[in-house]
T-cell receptor
Framework: GDSVTQMEGPVTLSEEAFLTINCTYTATGYPSLFWYVQYPGEGLQLLLKATKADDKGSNKGFEATYRKETTSFHLEKGSVQVSDSAVYFC???????????FGSGTRLSIRP | EADIYQTPRYLVIGTGKKITLECSQTMGHDKMYWYQQDPGMELHLIHYSYGVNSTEKGDLSSESTVSRIRTEHFPLTLESARPSHTSQYLCASIAEMNTEAFFGQGTRLTVV
């Protein structure tokens, strides 16, 4: 069945450092891919998405490119801020799946 | 701003009590989901619904039950709460697969 594997955390970086959180997927159909972010005490909210191969999703300085050849959707940001501290989830959904499939989450902490 | 609401936000209850966690959305979405989030952050799907009078069990076995009598309302009930039910519960809705999921802020349940 469909699955998502993402980099284990926690990840701790200094402010202004470069961020990469790896995400790979397996899917039988043609999924859309998502990154969600969860701030402390809150539910998840969409950070960015890509609906087909080679699409790049971007938002708030974060980017991820849908790579079908490597089945990956890695999250990147060039210069992180303390306010980026949160838990990040990679996810997929497609028309053949009955559910949204989430990765296990990566906790990111940014030091001032 | 997501139009999906969960109540209560926090609940502390004694063992053996019956409780209902409320989830409502005003977006007219047919598909709704309940997730249990463990302290390690991972999301476990416990119930989902594709529309009125449709409910299915998710991947994680749960002693809870759900109902879907109206499109906008998807309550989760525990007939007899136990300390093992202590967790955060997240409700989500989605218009169609391949599109963004909207999450409520969650209910943090503690059973003492």
């Amino acid at each position: 069945g469909d699955s998502v594997t993402q980099m284990e955390g926690p990840v701790t970086l200094s402010e202004e450092a470069f961020l990469t959180i790896n995400c790979t997927y397996t899917a039988t159909g043609y999924p859309s891919l998502f990154w969600y972010v969860q701030y402390p005490g809150e539910g998840l909210q969409l950070l960015l998405k890509a609906t087909k191969a080679d699409d790049k999703g971007s938002n708030k300085g974060f980017e991820a490119t849908y790579r079908k050849e490597t089945t990956s959707f890695h999250l990147e940001k060039g210069s992180v801020q303390v306010s980026d501290s949160a838990v990040y989830f990679c996810a997929l959904s497609d028309q053949t799946a009955s559910k949204i499939i989430f990765g296990s989450g990566t906790r990111l902490s940014i030091r001032p | 701003e997501a139009d999906i609401y969960q109540t209560p936000r926090y609940l502390v209850i004694g063992t053996g009590k019956k409780i209902t966690l409320e989830c409502s959305q005003t977006m007219g979405h047919d598909k709704m989901y309940w997730y249990q989030q463990d302290p390690g952050m991972e999301l476990h799907l416990i119930h989902y619904s594709y529309g009125v009078n449709s409910t299915e069990k998710g991947d994680l076995s749960s002693e809870s039950t759900v109902s879907r009598i109206r499109t906008e309302h998807f309550p989760l009930t525990l007939e007899s709460a136990r300390p093992s039910h202590t967790s955060q519960y997240l409700c989500a809705s989605i218009a169609e697969m391949n599109t963004e999921a909207f999450f409520g802020q969650g209910t943090r349940l503690t059973v003492v």
